[in-house]
C-alpha cells in the first residue's frame, strides 16, 4: 500500500491567503485524523472522521479552519484566512479496526509556512 | 489540559546503553499506550503499543513497562543505535468504543552517540 499521501508537501504563502491541504488515505481505512504540530505545542488533534462523517472537531483552533472529507479516499483542510500562527507541520493520518487494534498510520505532512 | 506528560525532553546516550522515556497520564479512562517514533521531515510512526491488562510487552531491543496504579508507562530501547536516533511521542487514548483519538506527549529528542 501507498500508505496515507498528502499534498503539498511545502507550501509558503502570505498572510490572508487560503490554504487547502490534501488528503489520500490508505484505502480501507474507516478514520481519518488530521492532526498539527509545532514546536511549541507539540502534536495537536484537529478534527477526526469516521466512515466520512466528522465526529469530533473539538481540536479546531478557530472559524477560520474547516476540514471536509466528501468521500473515502479524499479529505481536505482549509484555512481561509490563513495567519502566520497558522505556520506548522500539518499530518493527515488514518486507522482502521482489525485483529491487532486501531494502528493509526502518518502521512509525510504538509510544511506549512504564512509570511 | 496536559493529559499526557512525558520526559525528559531531550536525552545523549552511548551507543549499546539503554534509553528510557517516561510518560504520565491522568485519565483513567486510558487504555491504549502507542509508542511513535518520528525522523526529520517523516510523519510520526507506531514503534510499540500496550494495554493496560499487561505490565509490560517487548519487541525487539524496545520495551514498554506499564504501572496502572502509578499511571505511568515509560519505553526501554536496549543496545541504543546511532539509527534509533529520533523523537520519540507517548500518546494515550480511549480505544473501546471507537475511534483512536490519541493524546500525545510533548516528545523526547534522542540522541545517540558512537
Known amino acids: 500500500d501507498a500508505g496515507v499521501i498528502q499534498s503539498p508537501r511545502h507550501e509558503v504563502t502570505e498572510m490572508g491567503q487560503e490554504v487547502t491541504l490534501r488528503c489520500k488515505p490508505i484505502?480501507?481505512?474507516?478514520?481519518l485524523f488530521w492532526y498539527r504540530q509545532t514546536m511549541m505545542r507539540g502534536l495537536e488533534l484537529l478534527i477526526y472522521?469516521?466512515?466520512?462523517?466528522?465526529?469530533?472537531d473539538s481540536g479546531m483552533p478557530e472559524d477560520r479552519f474547516s476540514a471536509k472529507m466528501p468521500n473515502a479516499s479524499f479529505s481536505t483542510l482549509k484555512i481561509q484566512p490563513s495567519e502566520p500562527r497558522d505556520s506548522a507541520v500539518y499530518f493527515c493520518?488514518?486507522?482502521?479496526?482489525?485483529?491487532?487494534?486501531?494502528?493509526?498510520?502518518f502521512g509525510e505532512g504538509s510544511w506549512l509556512t504564512v509570511v | 489540559q496536559q493529559q499526557v506528560k512525558q520526559s525528559p525532553q531531550s536525552l545523549i546516550v552511548q551507543k549499546g546503553g539503554i534509553s528510557i522515556i517516561n510518560c504520565a497520564y491522568e485519565?483513567?479512562?486510558?487504555?491504549?499506550f502507542p509508542w511513535y517514533q518520528q525522523f526529520p521531515g517523516k510523519g510520526p510512526a507506531l514503534l510499540i503499543a500496550?494495554?493496560?491488562?499487561?505490565s509490560e510487552k517487548k519487541e525487539g531491543r524496545f520495551t514498554i513497562s506499564f504501572n496502572k496504579s502509578a499511571k505511568q508507562f515509560s519505553l526501554h530501547i536496549m543496545d541504543s543505535q546511532p539509527g534509533d536516533s529520533a523523537t520519540y511521542f507517548c500518546?494515550?487514548?480511549?480505544?473501546?468504543?471507537?475511534?483512536?483519538?490519541?493524546?500525545f506527549g510533548t516528545g523526547t529528542q534522542l540522541k545517540v552517540e558512537l
Open positions: 493520518a488514518s486507522s482502521t479496526w482489525t485483529g491487532a487494534g486501531n494502528t493509526i498510520y
Open positions: 484505502s480501507g481505512h474507516d478514520y
Open positions: 472522521f469516521n466512515n466520512n462523517v466528522p465526529i469530533d
Open positions: 485519565n483513567t479512562a486510558f487504555d491504549y
Open positions: 500496550i494495554r493496560p491488562d499487561v
Open positions: 500518546a494515550a487514548s480511549i480505544l473501546t468504543g471507537g475511534g483512536n483519538k490519541l493524546t
